[in-house]
């Protein structure tokens, strides 16, 4: 391939080292392109589990370094990025779940793969966005604590109606901020284009899109899918590693805001220093991690 000098001493040094480094679709696209692997959250938890090398870098946000960790114990697991946190993730604590559990006893706890492993520890099953479905209906209990994204609870629930969903009041920052007008506007600006949407947007945007899906599955839409024109209702570089996939198609983002901002820590540069220094490393308690192990496995093996 055509690589930079940054990209590079990357590949060189991965290559040293044995290292694996798993990145998200969120990442900037010149990190993208000296991964290994580039997926979704369920693709990279299922990779991390089967991760032969020593060393695995995630090029995320921390809940997905602390999930390679949980099942990769032995590993030495690293991120670029130590302030790369997901907001959505931190608005759940131990103790929600635990009165959600204490109020609704003969509920099962799903937790969203976006939340920490204390809150892991004490779920019974994990989900991501592309598998949420498929956990929900595999629960023997008819009733569903789900945390701590409202936004995929409310869509899980409409897919699952057989059982009754107890909705924890968390959201992801970058998607709550689409709203219905955002949407309307793409549309009538592009009025041909076909809509494709994250589930962790609010209700009334999803209601708007022909597919709704994880960023792996709106990838896999967008492809396959025989029209000329796309609004993307998920983080921007979704689009942007479309349009340069698929330059005879248009992609266009729903808005110019829709960032993550933690996502994009992870720069070349700080994947370069990562590599060099070995650092930093992810630590948990063994535990809490333990615990939160018996959650993510039965998720990544439903
Ligand atoms: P995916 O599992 O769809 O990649 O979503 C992860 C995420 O954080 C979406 O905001
Ligand atoms: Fe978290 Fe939202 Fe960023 Fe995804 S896009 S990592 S849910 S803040």
Redesign the pocket.
């Known amino acids: 391939g055509n690589f930079n000098e940054t990209q590079q001493k990357i590949l060189k040094l991965k290559k040293e080292k044995n290292a694996l480094i798993l990145a998200?679709?969120?990442v900037p696209l010149e990190v993208q392109d000296i991964a290994d692997i580039v997926?979704?959250?369920?693709e990279m938890a299922k990779r991390a589990k089967e991760a032969e090398e020593d060393l695995i870098v995630i090029c995320g946000?921390r809940f997905m370094g602390e999930g390679a960790k949980i099942l990769s114990p032995d590993k030495k697991v690293l991120v670029p990025a130590i302030d790369a946190g997901?907001p959505m993730a931190d608005m759940v604590t131990v103790e929600d779940v635990l009165r959600l559990k204490a109020e609704h006893p003969d509920a099962a706890v799903m937790a969203y793969?976006?939340s920490s492993a204390a809150v892991k520890s004490v779920a019974d099953i994990c989900c991501?966005?592309?598998s949420a479905v498929r956990i929900a209906k595999s629960q023997d209990a008819d009733e569903i604590i789900f945390v701590p994204d409202m936004h995929l609870a409310e869509y899980t629930a409409g897919k699952v109606p057989e059982k009754k969903f107890i909705l924890h009041t968390g959201f992801?920052p970058?998607?709550h901020r689409i709203t219905e007008a955002d949407i309307l506007a793409a549309k009538k600006a592009h009025p041909d284009a076909k809509i494709a949407v994250?589930p962790?947007c609010r209700a009334d945007v999803v209601k708007h899109a022909d597919f709704i899906?994880?960023?792996?599955?709106i990838l896999r839409f967008s492809r396959e899918t025989d029209a000329r024109e796309f609004i993307i209702g998920?983080?921007m570089e979704i689009a942007a590693r479309l349009q340069r996939e698929v330059p005879e198609k248009k992609f266009y983002s729903v808005t110019s805001a829709f960032v993550?901002p933690n996502m994009k820590k992870n720069t070349l540069q700080a994947v370069l220093n990562c590599l060099e220094n070995e650092e930093y490393e992810i630590r948990l308690d063994e535990a809490e991690a333990a615990a939160a192990r018996r959650s993510l496995e039965r998720m990544v093996s439903c």
């Open positions: 998200h679709f969120y997926g979704d959250s369920f946000v997901c793969v976006n991501t966005s592309s992801c970058t998607h994250h962790e899906g994880s960023t792996a599955e998920t983080e993550c």
